[in-house]
């Protein structure tokens, strides 16, 4: 499944009817809820078609102001959200220490709080690659680029679901659609190397840290400093707006943070597509650990850095573009790969608290680590060949230190082109040229 997305501003025609939606969206929520939570503390269970049909008759009104098949929708939604509060409910009662917290009831939307409203394809129509929508709505056609192979009225097949969702003082109408039915399906038919592999060390200057098993490949280096910009510039300017409570121009301040952000993780996600596609590469491993946001431990100052970068995001972009083109992606636990040396095959052993291990290797300088073979290493590409290592063996080692591409990282700003290229690190001794090669590489 894949979605498009139309902003909606507070200046457009569709504002006013997008706002009343959610609103109504809203209340017939928090009403099926009550039900719901009134079940709960009784210790009974109420099904959806049960809920479905109190909410018909005790609520009439508010079930028919909104299109039949979204206000049963946003109902089967509710439902499902509860299912699933009663499993992890039972769960964290058998296994409290799998959870942070004990699982939290569905909470009501507040006043002033609107709820994502959602539309199944059963009333959508087609006409001339514009998708219309009930009346009831009042919404003007939405303009589709997967529509125009549709005839007018046809059966939307390819259109599962639109949903109304509430983004701070605008709206996103996100039209849900399986790609496979549409004759402009992107998904090529391209068979990759599954020996190949490509690891990517996530962090914080350097955005992604990106090294291959394959001797011939450079490492590349993106850079992660635009979006720490953009942190850094949100904080100051939220701060100041909140002084003064200017809530509307926070939240379009906000809208802007994330419109950045995920418009460079797009970028960045696709050039590391395309760089799977020459090299050949049919499986990238993302190193990847546990509750690694809530128990990161850098220092006060790059942990906020860290936290407020929303990574998830981005390997969600990667999985679901390198999994179009039949690329595996696998996520790794990347324990120890920052100290352990990997041009010396340090051995990785899985974090447990309280042990204490001791590698071959050290950083000498801030972004350089120099190995016990005497060779020095960008600290990131060191730490994405220990997360190749975890998902595979040593082996390719050899014939990276042989070929001396590891020690010639790319850095790219995505902006498409190379922004620039590394000497050897490992011609350079402790020194004037050691520490000038220093400053025109770190990132």
């Not at 909410?55 to 509860?82: C, E, R, T």
């Not at 994502?116 to 303009?143: G, Q, R, W, Y």
Request: aromatic share 10%; proline share 4%; with cysteine.
């Amino acid at each position: 499944m894949r979605s498009e997305r139309v902003l909606i501003k507070p200046n457009h025609d569709d504002y006013s009817s997008c706002k009343k939606i959610a609103r109504l969206s809203k209340q017939v929520f928090n009403q099926a809820l009550y039900y719901k939570r009134q079940a709960f503390f009784r210790s009974e269970f109420l099904s959806f078609s049960n809920l479905d049909q109190l909410m018909k008759i005790h609520h009439k009104s508010l079930y028919d102001s909104l299109p039949n098949a979204g206000s049963q929708a946003v109902i089967k939604k509710l439902s499902g959200d509860f299912d699933n509060f009663w499993k992890a409910l039972n769960d964290w009662k058998a296994h409290p220490e799998k959870y942070t917290e004990k699982p939290q009831i569905p909470k009501y939307k507040k006043q002033g709080q609107l709820k994502t409203f959602l539309l199944p394809a059963k009333p959508i129509s087609v006409k001339e690659s514009h998708i219309l929508l009930p009346k009831k709505m009042n919404i003007s056609p939405v303009i589709s680029r997967f529509a125009e192979d549709k005839k007018a009225n046809s059966s939307c097949d390819i259109f599962k679901e639109i949903r109304i969702v509430p983004h701070g003082s605008c709206f996103w109408i996100e039209i849900v659609y399986d790609e496979t039915q549409s004759k402009n399906h992107f998904k090529q038919n391209v068979k990759l190397n599954p020996d190949n592999k490509l690891a990517i060390d996530i962090g914080i200057n350097v955005l992604m840290a990106v090294t291959s098993n394959q001797a011939n490949f450079k490492p590349v280096l993106i850079n992660g400093k635009p979006i720490k910009s953009i942190n850094q510039y949100f904080n100051k300017q939220k701060a100041k707006l909140m002084s003064q409570s200017k809530k509307r121009k926070i939240n379009k301040l906000s809208i802007k943070r994330y419109n950045q952000i995920r418009d460079y993780f797009h970028k960045c996600s696709n050039y590391i597509l395309q760089l799977c596609l020459k090299h050949d590469v049919g499986e990238v491993i993302i190193g990847k650990n546990k509750n690694w946001k809530q128990a990161v431990n850098i220092g006060k100052v790059n942990n906020q850095k860290f936290v407020s970068i929303p990574h998830f995001q981005l390997i969600g972009q990667l999985k679901y573009k390198l999994e179009a083109y039949g690329i595996l992606v696998r996520e790794r636990e990347e324990s120890y790969t920052s100290k352990a040396d990997s041009l010396a095959c340090d051995k990785l052993p899985a974090y447990k608290k309280g042990a204490s291990h001791i590698f071959g290797g050290k950083r000498v300088k801030r972004g350089l680590y120099r190995s016990s073979t005497g060779k020095t290493i960008h600290a990131d590409v060191n730490g994405s060949l220990n997360i190749l290592r975890k998902a595979s063996n040593d082996d390719f080692i050899e014939g990276l230190i042989r070929s001396g591409c590891v020690f010639q990282p790319s850095y790219w700003t995505p902006n498409g082109s190379v922004v620039k290229k590394s000497k050897p690190l490992d011609c350079f001794s402790d020194g004037a040229d050691f520490k000038l090669h220093l400053n025109s590489i770190a990132i």
